[in-house]
C-alpha cells in the first residue's frame, strides 16, 4: 500500500472511531439486519466482489444441518451473513438459525427478535473464510436463500451479496425471487478443483504451448505454462491452462506489440488459499483496469506448493458487451507474467514478461512457441558491458598497474608492449562501453525511469571513460615535471571508473529488464572481485619484494637492463608474471562467459 493509501487508511480509522455512527468493528450489528448496509458513509461497491458464499447441499429437509462457507480471494474484516425464506411472494424474513464453527472470531446476533438468525465477526481482524452450520426450520419455506455484506476495508464493503438458494427436498424449484437489490455477482458456475498438474503433451499436436523455461514440464514447480486449445463444432471457444510458481497471480496477455499497454490479460489470482480468475485490460505501463469475470467458463483451479494453477474457456468473439477482450481468432504476441497479490489486487511483475518470439494466431495450428524475457537490445547492452568490463577493461587496467617493467626489448607497433596492450584493450573498453550505453536508449525511447540508481552509474561510467583517453592525449612528456599529476590522475580516474562500472553490473543484473538467476549471479560476480583482488594482491607483494621500492617504475628497465643479475631475475620474473596475465585474462574470461551464457539463455 502506498503511503498515502496508508495515510487514508489511518485517517478512516481515526474518523470511524470518532464518529458515532462509524463503524462496528465488534460485530454487533442488528440495528442494520434488514438493509444489510454497513453505516460506513459510502455506499457498496458495484463491482463483482473477490467473495463466494457456498454451501454443502443445494436441498434440505426441515431439521438438517447445512454448512455454510464464505470465503474470499482477498481478506475481510467484517462480515454479516443471513439466511433468508424465498417464497412466491418474494423474499421473506431471517429463515433457521446458525451455529458457529469458531466462537472466537465469529457471534450469533439476533435479528427480527430471532435469535442466533445471523452471524458476524468479533473484531476487524483479517480473515478470508467462515464456516458457520446453518438449521433448517420445522417450518422452513420451499427455498432459501444466503446473502452476505462483507467489508474489506472501512470504505470498501459490498452488500447484501446473493448466496445459494437451496431448495427443500421434494418440492420443485421456483425461479429465485430476488428483491430490489441489485445482484453484484454474476450468476456464474462455481469453479472446480482441477485433478493434478497440467502437462505438455500434446503441444505442437492438439494444443499450442508457451512454455518457460523453453521445455519446462509444468510438473516441475519451477515451470511457467500456457496452453491454448481451440474447442467446440465450429472451433467457437479456446481453453487456456495456465500454470506457474508465484506468490500472487500469474497472468497471460494478448499483446498487439512486445510492449505493455493495450494488452487483453488473463490473471490467476490467489490469496494463499483459493484461485480466482479474471480478465482486464491493460491500457498504459499501468494496472490493470475492469477486472471482471465475465465471458470466463468452466474455470478450474489448483494450488499446490505455491504453484498456481488455472483452466478456463473463452467464446473466440465475444459480444460487444464485454469490456475490450480481443477476438482470438487474430494474432498477438504472447506475454507471461506472474508477481505478488494483495486484496485481490496484482502488483507489478517483478520479472520482465516472457514474451513470445512471435505473433501467435490464437485459434490457428497448434504449436509450441518459443520466447524470452530479455529483450534483445538489453540482452546486447549486458554482453557488451560485461566484456568491457569484466574483461578488456578490467585487463587492460591490470597490465598499466603491474605490467609497465616487463618485455623490456620488445616493442610493438613501435612502442612498449604495455602501453600498447593498455592503449588497445583500453580504447575496446571504451568503444564497447560507448555502443552498450546507447542499446537502453533505444529501448525504452528514452531514459528507464524504472531503473534506479543504475543507469545514473551507467551515465557516471561513460563520462570517466571518456575523460581517461582525452587526459591520456594531453598528457606531459614522461621527463616533464608536472607527469605525476597525470599519473595520479590518470590511475584515480581510472580506478574511480572500474568501481562504479563493478557496482553498475551488481545492479544490472538484478534489472528487470535483464533478470540474471538470483543469487547466483550475484555470487559469480562477487567471485570476480575476489578474483581480481587476489591478483593484485599478488602482484602487488610481488612488486614490494622483487624491485626495489626507491626506483620509479619508468627506471626500472634500464636498471634491469644494464645489471646481469638484475636482467636475470627479470627474465625469470617476466614468465611467472606472464603466466599470472594469462591465468587472469583466462579467468576473466570464464567468468564474463559464465555470465553471457546466462544472458543468452533469459
Ligand atoms: C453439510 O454439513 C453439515 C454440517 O457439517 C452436515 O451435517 C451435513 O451432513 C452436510 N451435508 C452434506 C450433503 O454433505
Not at 489511518?10 to 472511531?17: D, G
Request: net charge neutral.
Amino acid at each position: 500500500m502506498s503511503p498515502v493509501g496508508l495515510s487514508c487508511l489511518f485517517i478512516s480509522v481515526l474518523v470511524c472511531h470518532w464518529v458515532p455512527a462509524g463503524s462496528y468493528s465488534n460485530g454487533k450489528v442488528t440495528k442494520v439486519c434488514g438493509s444489510m448496509e454497513p453505516q460506513h458513509g459510502s455506499s457498496g461497491q458495484a463491482s463483482p466482489s473477490p467473495y463466494r458464499l457456498e454451501t454443502n447441499s443445494s436441498t434440505f429437509r426441515p431439521g438438517d444441518q447445512i454448512q455454510v462457507i464464505l470465503s474470499g480471494t482477498s481478506h475481510f474484516k467484517g462480515f454479516l451473513l443471513q439466511a433468508r425464506g424465498a417464497s412466491n411472494q418474494g423474499l421473506v424474513s431471517t429463515v433457521g438459525t446458525f451455529t458457529l464453527t469458531d466462537q472466537k472470531k465469529t457471534q450469533l446476533l439476533t435479528c427480527n427478535k430471532h435469535q442466533g438468525s445471523a452471524v458476524s465477526h468479533t473484531s476487524d481482524a483479517q480473515q478470508t473464510e467462515v464456516i458457520v452450520i446453518w438449521h433448517a426450520p420445522a417450518d422452513a419455506p420451499t427455498q432459501v436463500q444466503f446473502f452476505v455484506s462483507v467489508v474489506s476495508q472501512y470504505n470498501v464493503f459490498w452488500v447484501k451479496l446473493p448466496g445459494p438458494i437451496i431448495y427443500q427436498h421434494g418440492v420443485t424449484p421456483h425461479p429465485p425471487q430476488t428483491d430490489t437489490t441489485p445482484p453484484p455477482v454474476q450468476p456464474t458456475t462455481s469453479p472446480s478443483i482441477l485433478p493434478g498438474p497440467f502437462t505438455s503433451e500434446g503441444c505442437g499436436q492438439s494444443k499450442s504451448c508457451l512454455l518457460d523455461p523453453p521445455d519446462c514440464d509444468p510438473e516441475d514447480p519451477q515451470c511457467f505454462f500456457l496452453s491454448m486449445t481451440t474447442e467446440g463444432p465450429d472451433k467457437m471457444s479456446v481453453t487456456f491452462e495456465l500454470s506457474g510458481p508465484a506468490e500472487g497471480y500469474v497472468s497471460f496477455a494478448l499483446s498487439r506489440d512486445t510492449w505493455m499497454g493495450d494488452d487483453d490479460v488473463y490473471m490467476c489470482v490467489t490469496d494463499g488459499i483459493r484461485v480466482s480468475v479474471s480478465a482486464a485490460f491493460v491500457s498504459g505501463r499501468s494496472h490493470p483496469e475492469d477486472q471482471s469475470q465475465s465471458g470466463l467458463a468452466s474455470v478450474s483451479w489448483r494450488l499446490v506448493d505455491g504453484v498456481i494453477q488455472c483452466r478456463f474457456s473463452r467464446l473466440v468473439k465475444l459480444s460487444n458487451q464485454e469490456p475490450a477482450r480481443y477476438d482470438l481468432d487474430q494474432a498477438y504476441f504472447l506475454f507471461l507474467a506472474h508477481g505478488r497479490a494483495q486484496y485481490g489486487r496484482v502488483w507489478k511483475h517483478t520479472q520482465q514478461p516472457f514474451i513470445s518470439s512471435h505473433t501467435k494466431h490464437i485459434t490457428g495450428a497448434p504449436e509450441v512457441l518459443g520466447g524470452s524475457r530479455g529483450p534483445i537490445l538489453m540482452k546486447l547492452h549486458g554482453s557488451l558491458m560485461l566484456l568491457a568490463w569484466m574483461l578488456t577493461g578490467s585487463v587492460g587496467t591490470f597490465i598499466a598497474s603491474f605490467y609497465k617493467p616487463d618485455w623490456p626489448k620488445q616493442t610493438l607497433l613501435g612502442q612498449k608492449v604495455w602501453f600498447q596492450v593498455h592503449r588497445g584493450l583500453m580504447m575496446l573498453t571504451v568503444t564497447l562501453t560507448i555502443v552498450a550505453f546507447c542499446l537502453p536508449f533505444f529501448y525504452r525511447k528514452g531514459w528507464s525511469k524504472h531503473a534506479g540508481v543504475h543507469p545514473y552509474l551507467g551515465c557516471c561510467v561513460l563520462t570517466l571513460s571518456l575523460i581517461q583517453p582525452i587526459m591520456a592525449l594531453i598528457r606531459p612528456s614522461p621527463d616533464s615535471l608536472r607527469r605525476y599529476i597525470f599519473n595520479w590522475g590518470h590511475w584515480g580516474v581510472g580506478t574511480v571508473t572500474e568501481v562504479l562500472a563493478v557496482a553498475a553490473m551488481f545492479l544490472g543484473m538484478r534489472q528487470s529488464s535483464l533478470l540474471l538467476p538470483q543469487p547466483w549471479a550475484t555470487h559469480v560476480l562477487i567471485g570476480y572481485v575476489v578474483w581480481l583482488a587476489s591478483f593484485r594482491f599478488l602482484l602487488l607483494m610481488h612488486k614490494h619484494f622483487y624491485i626495489p621500492k626507491s626506483l620509479d617504475t619508468d627506471d626500472q628497465q634500464a636498471i634491469f637492463s644494464q645489471s646481469e643479475h638484475g636482467r636475470c631475475v627479470n627474465v625469470k620474473v617476466s614468465i611467472c608474471k606472464s603466466l599470472i596475465l594469462a591465468a587472469l585474462a583466462l579467468g576473466n574470461s570464464a567468468l564474463v562467459g559464465v555470465l553471457l551464457s546466462a544472458v543468452a539463455h533469459i
